[in-house]
């Protein structure tokens, strides 16, 4: 067998190293914190891009419109997240070519993307992302998440990464059925500034998204007003036993 049967055949038969998989996140963004307003959804996210422990990037957008009716934000894994961004764009594509008057609503979506985040499970090969999906179609307001192994739910309000920790409390004890988008814009930047405290991935500087049937709006990046000179922050250690 001469040389160029011999590599005509490897490349058919391919080798290990031509499959890879994602052993561990590599550029990460931190927590998305998402809820139902009176007119629609409000999702926050803030922009930074995490290399290891260091942050190397300040500019992310993690929240993106999808098709008509649908708001995306993803915290994990940024190239994870470009991927299920051209999925989503085939998907949408896909169901505009039919021109039947119809689209996808969020639910719709958001059933997508948990079929593909389990399936992709199923392969040992996740995307590892935790991913926020909300959206308003027929007057019908839809809010979910969707886990890296396809864990999924419905629910009034979100989050992912540390924001399930410590933004959840505050939105179940602050957030009710008919909430103006000022008093929910105002519930999502206290929810965002603790996180900025006490999530060391988070940045101050942040985009709120909102979707109602009129469509997506998606904010300029901003900072937060924040007091440091609380004493826990000055003295953390004080009167904890055993710390250095």
Known sequence: MDSNQAAKQHSLVGS?????????????????????????????????????????????ERLKAVGKHSLLGASGEISD??????????????????????????????????RVMYNRRNKFDPLWNSLVLGGVKNGQKYLGMVSMIGVNF?????????????????????????????????????????LLYRDRSAIN?????????????????YALKTFWGFSAFENPTVGAEGSW
């Open 154 to 194: 419905e629910d009034n309000h979100v989050a992912t990464g540390f924001g399930n920790h410590l933004a959840r409390p505050l939105l179940r004890d602050e957030w009710h059925e008919n909430l103006s988008f000022e008093d929910g814009v105002k519930l999502l930047e206290k929810c965002m500034r603790v």
């Open 16 to 60: 290990e190293a031509d499959s890879q998989r994602t052993l561990y996140p590599y550029v990460t963004g931190t927590s998305v914190v998402a809820l139902k307003y009176k007119d629609g959804i409000l999702m926050a996210a803030d922009m930074g891009g995490s290399y290891g422990s260091t942050l190397r990037y300040k500019s992310v």
């Open 205 to 221: 500087k942040l985009q709120i998204a909102k979707i109602t049937e009129e469509g997506v709006t998606i904010s300029p990046p």
């Open 81 to 114: 997240f470009q991927e299920i961004l051209r999925y989503l764009d085939e998907l949408i594509l896909y169901d505009n070519m039919w021109d039947d008057g119809n689209s996808f609503g969020p639910k719709e979506v958001h059933s997508y993307l948990t």
